[in-house]
């Protein structure tokens, strides 16, 4: 990741929390615009044009913000992005500005890989337990991986809490073999 990519996730979080704004809603207009932005390779080619003069594109961002009503502080955001000639790291500036903005709300990521699909219940209940291990908020990333056999295994940051089935095996082979 290029070094501006976090100043400009940092300034923009500092806009976002300095203006007060609304982070969800912030957080949905984030998502329709890279949606928008993954789903159209001419519109990504359109902003990322150099012979394409920088006010030409920020007109029609500006006919694209008609559609997709954007706060005028995400607007700017993406205006700075196109006259800096950064608009083709707009993904991952989204991506580590909503890293700083969990970090900022206590909120830890996890991935949680199970063999089975779990119901809202048990998805409930696990990611309960995995706040309590965590002493914090989660946002909790389900993955299937039938090869753990069972139980889960949980990944937050650089720890992995691993009570998988699999796990188990092998902690106990290494066991009988040590032994």
């Known amino acids: 990741m290029p070094a501006f990519v976090s100043r400009y996730a940092t300034a923009f979080l500092e806009v976002v929390t300095g203006a007060k704004l609304d982070s969800a809603a912030i957080d949905g207009q984030l998502s329709d615009f890279l949606s928008t932005w993954a789903a159209s390779a001419e519109l ?9 003069p920088n006010a030409q594109k920020i007109a ?13 502080e995400l607007r700017n955001l993406i205006a700075v992005l196109i006259q800096n000639d950064r ?3 707009v993904a991952e500036v989204i991506a580590a500005y909503r890293r700083l903005l969990q970090e900022q709300l206590g909120i830890r ?14 998805r409930g209940r696990l ?13 909790a990333r389900f993955k299937l991986d039938p090869a753990i056999l069972g ?20 902690r106990l082979k290494e066991q009988l073999m040590a032994g």
Request: no cysteine.
């Open 87 to 89: 608009i083709g790291h």
């Open 151 to 170: 139980g889960t295994v949980v990944r937050i940051g650089s720890t992995v809490y691993d009570g998988s089935v699999r796990g188990r095996l092998e």
């Open 44 to 52: 990504r080619t359109f902003f990322v044009n150099p012979a394409v």
């Open 109 to 122: 990521p996890a991935e949680i890989v199970t063999a089975r699909e779990l119901g809202q219940e048990d």
């Open 60 to 72: 029609f961002l500006d006919k694209l913000n008609t559609l997709l009503g954007m706060q005028k």
């Open 127 to 139: 990611v309960a337990e995995v706040a309590r291990l965590a002493g914090a908020k989660i946002d």
